[in-house]
């Protein structure tokens, strides 16, 4: 029986076997960017993307171009690629269906799931949010070390490379979610701007 979380890492390995080959010495990160349909918590989907050394070279010439860390970690300056992903999944209804199948049934399952008109107040609804975010968060976390672990990123990069987590709603996490799911030699670049990491005046 598929599961969801089965669902999510044979669609994280299509989608590094989606990437472009010519690129693959080109590649220093792969992305993992959280978000959700409507900003709603019930509908979390991951976008699987990546970045290049030339787009960072192109940020980084571009007229007020940006600081190197900046071009190379920030979303903002990221490509179609790194920032939408070439594969979305997760519970999208209109981009990944059998995903979103999937999570409603075990979210309702845990007893997380609910409709609109059957929340008894805000605060319930804040809470089951919050665990289903949460939930998704620590399985993104994992799938990405997944990564590590099984080999497919030596398998298709022929060396290590980090999983940087980009979570939309929470963009101060990203520093903790990517400590997380990656071996701490291949993310001491990404890190070392880390607010929690630096020394205090």
């Not at 010495?25 to 349909?37: C, G, K, M, P, Q």
């Not at 999983?163 to 701490?184: H, K």
Request: glycine share 8%; with cysteine.
């Amino acid at each position: 029986m598929t599961t969801f979380r089965l669902h999510m890492e044979q669609a994280v390995s299509r989608a590094l076997a989606d990437f472009p080959k010519e690129l693959t010495s080109e590649i220093y990160a792969v992305t993992f960017r959280l978000d959700s349909v409507d900003q709603d918590p019930r509908f979390p989907y991951l976008a699987i993307g990546y970045n290049t050394e030339t787009e960072v070279a192109r940020a980084l010439a571009a007229a007020g171009g940006a600081e190197p860390w900046e071009a190379r970690w920030n979303y903002a300056y990221f490509p179609p690629s790194g920032l939408e992903g070439v594969r979305v999944v997760g519970h999208d209804p209109e981009r990944d269906p059998v995903g979103a199948e999937l999570y409603r049934q075990e979210a309702t399952g845990r007893g997380l799931w609910y409709e609109d008109e059957d929340v008894a107040d805000d605060g319930d609804e804040d809470e089951r949010g919050e665990q289903l975010a949460e939930q998704f968060q620590e399985l993104c976390v994992d799938l990405a070390r997944r990564l590590h672990t099984d080999g497919h990123l030596d398998g298709v990069f022929g060396r290590p490379l980090p999983v940087i987590l980009y979570d939309m709603f929470d963009p101060d996490a990203m520093f903790t979610l990517t400590r997380a799911a990656n071996p701490p030699e291949v993310v001491g670049e990404f890190l070392s701007e880390d607010p929690a990491g630096q020394p205090q005046d």
